[in-house]
T-cell receptor, first 113, second 115 residues
């Protein structure tokens, strides 16, 4: 039973344009969400997070939006750069076990020069 | 060394072999994790150690045996594996505290191939 889903396995975007990566979750107890970025042959690295008390969090070119009623979050990258090409995972935690994260299957982003 | 270090980076083993994966964290964290990443699948949580005690075993077959001798080291002992166990094995650490903080810090992983 997959509690965090990333339904788009891949996304291709032109350099300078916006990249939008989507993530859906099923567990209403989740109240903390993160995005990780993974390059080949490296482990995932933390990118940005959001808690359920907010609906938006921004860090430079990266913005995460949370729609709790839809159980949906998205990561916007503006403007996209070729160095952003990587696999992006969303993760969620909540309830009493806030150190246990559930991950999606990832979306591979390709930013074309 | 900083962060989370995993060795070896690559491992090829036969189904009758016994091998171990090693993870070391230099962040002063008190929780460590093993995750399995198979192609096109979510990261699967295997084991969680908090303060050197195993707090979660996510229905992992007994051919995988974790060991956490102290808060900085984590091992995954492997024996009699199957080809479907071939995957990227990721170690992570975190500070088990009152907030999720920045989540985990991951190592670079061990790419395991079972032949």
């Amino acid at each position: 039973d997959q509690q965090v889903k990333q339904n788009s396995p891949s996304l291709s975007v032109q350099e300078g344009r916006i990249s939008i990566l989507n993530c859906d979750y099923t567990n209403s107890m989740f109240d903390y969400f993160l995005w990780y970025k993974k390059y080949p042959a490296e482990g995932p690295t933390f990118l940005i997070s959001i808690s359920s008390i907010k609906d938006k969090n921004e860090d430079g070119r990266f913005t995460v939006f949370l729609n709790k009623s839809a159980k949906h979050l998205s990561l916007h990258i503006v403007p996209s750069q070729p160095g952003d090409s990587a696999v992006y995972f969303c993760a969620a935690s909540g309830g009493y076990n806030f150190n246990k994260f559930y991950f999606g299957s990832g979306t591979k982003l390709n930013v074309k020069p | 060394e900083t962060g989370v270090t995993q060795t070896p980076r690559h491992l090829v083993m036969g189904m009758t072999n016994k091998k171990s994966l090693k993870c070391e964290q230099h962040l002063g964290h008190n929780a460590m994790y093993w995750y399995k990443q198979s192609a096109k699948k979510p990261l699967e949580l295997m084991f969680v150690y908090s303060l050197e005690e195993r707090v979660e075993n996510n229905s992992v077959p007994s051919r995988f045996s974790p060991e956490c001798p102290n808060s900085s080291h984590l091992f995954l002992h492997l024996h009699t594996l199957q080809p479907e166990d071939s995957a990227l094995y990721l170690c992570a650490s975190s500070q088990s505290s009152g907030t999720p903080g920045d989540g985990y810090t991951f190592g670079s992983g061990t790419r395991l191939t079972v032949v």
